[in-house]
């Protein structure tokens, strides 16, 4: 890679990667070597190897929302999800998948935000978890909630200054099997990696002096 950000253009299909969100789930390269060629000098990203189908079912299975994509073949793009969900992921970040708003900037479909407090990319998740051997498990209790009424649209997730990421917006909080562990329209959701009620916030960041913007 010689940038963050590339877009290579295809006959059927341009492929966007934008290596500042990328958590290295190696699921495009494990998935289509053909298309995400790793190690390679020069050009590693081939959309022609893949028909569009196959590209957008790459960019679904990228949790951190790194691969997008544009179809030139008359077929929309990915449609927003009909769930709104966060997965949990064990000792890792919080994989977000809904029409986002981050930070009342960036746009995205999925993202996964860093729930340790070691990223040196925040909101977003830089796999500073690994390198700081974080421990947090991917099945928290669950709690009691009512189902939503409307379980789509718009999630806004506002990363509040030395504090937790506040998320607004019809959102299901599942764990890394998929089980349901809460539903809320607003939530405070831990980023400092020292709560006891993970993956809630609980206060621990004024506590520990936690400092983000």
């Known amino acids: 890679m010689t940038s963050r950000k590339e877009t290579v253009r295809g006959r059927n299909v341009t492929i966007h990667f934008d290596a500042t969100r990328c958590v290295h789930s190696r699921n495009c390269v494990l998935g289509r070597p053909d298309v995400f060629v790793p190690n390679a000098e020069g050009e590693w990203i081939h959309p022609d190897n893949a028909t569009a189908d196959e590209v957008a079912a790459l960019a679904a299975g990228c949790p951190s929302g ?47 935000l860093c729930r340790c407090g070691a990223s040196t990319h925040k909101p977003y998740c830089d796999g500073s978890h690994s390198v700081v051997g974080f421990v ?9 909630s009512k189902p939503l009424e409307v379980r789509n ?10 504090g937790p990421l506040k998320v607004s917006g019809a959102l299901e909080i599942v764990s890394g099997t998929g089980r349901t562990v809460s539903r809320a329209t607003q939530t405070f959701l831990c980023r400092c990696g020292q709560s006891k009620n993970k993956p809630f916030c609980d206060g621990s960041h004024k506590a520990t002096g936690f400092a983000a913007p």
Not at 83 to 94: A, F, I
Not at 153 to 162: F, I, Q
């Open 66 to 112: 790194a691969i997008t994509y544009e179809r030139f073949d008359g077929v929309a793009n990915e449609p927003p999800p009909m769930v709104n969900t966060v997965r949990v992921l064990e000792n890792g970040p919080l994989a977000f998948h809904a029409p986002l708003s981050i930070a009342a900037a960036d746009q995205a479909l999925r993202a996964t």
């Open 136 to 144: 947090a498990s991917g099945e928290p209790a669950t709690v009691e």
């Open 153 to 162: 649209g718009p999630v806004a997730v506002e990363p509040r200054k030395d």
